[in-house]
């Protein structure tokens, strides 16, 4: 089969559309046929030998931690799962996946069944950013309705999905975001959306409850001054939590780091709302398996609206 390999840290060159080995499936895994697989920014950073890196092992190493597609066999050991079930996962985080491939031997508790209406494409960009949006809000941030939350980055992966979940849940939600992404926030449900080139949410905002930080360092400190004594921020980007957090401190607010796992539930929830159009992914933008150097270089833009996509 085909599939995206590395055989060094390094930049998009480094990045190798080839001939690897099919998976050998273990008795409880499922084999999946992959029908697209998300892009998401610990991806480039990991191929380039930052953010995971630490967790790979050996190299070769395919990346790739989210996918959908079609199951094609079950180890002997599986239940809730048939040959051709439409599936959509995030799996072994942060461990090596191999989900930028043609096929993959995937954790069948670390999956989900797709109900009928969920886009097949746009459910390979849910699971990451879904279950990280919502174990910001609902296991760290422990949200509840009516309170006020504030969303940095809100236009993105993680901020688009955390938007709309946070509506949903019955929450005030306010979004920073460039003018660009106004309307689009907006339409999502946001509540109020504040341009951070034209204005400081520390000095706009008052009385916030919960914070999810998708933007981190100095950005993420100068926020903390808008939330309340009793308030939570969750804060995503892992390179700059420490000072988030030591700034937090100094404040006497309460500053959480995550890191998404795995959770089958969670994707349950997910895909429930999605077939009942309460929650949509907005797809930025779909390439070829073979154009993973230009999605690399999409995502890392960091001016994308939703989730890259590769199909398979």
Known sequence: MKAIRIHTFGGPEALLFEEVPKPQLKVDEVLVKTHAAGVNPIDWKT???????????????????????????????????????????????PNAAGCYAEEIAAPANQISLLPKGCDLTASAGLSLAGLTAWQALFDKGQLHPKQKVLILAAAGGVGHLATQLAKWKGATVIGTASKNNQLFLTQLGCDQVIDYNQQQVGSSLQDIDLIIDGVGGQTAIEALSCLKASGTMVTLPSVTKDEVIAAGEKLGVNVLPLRVEPNAEQLNSLAELSACNQLTLNISSTYPIESISDAFQDIASSHTQGKVILTL
């Open 47 to 93: 191929c380039s030998g930052g953010g995971a890196a630490p967790f790979i092992g050996d190299l070769p190493f395919i990346p790739g931690w989210e996918f959908s597609g079609t199951i094609i066999a079950c180890g002997a050991d599986v239940s809730g799962f048939q040959r051709g079930d439409k599936v959509f996962g995030f799996i072994r985080f």
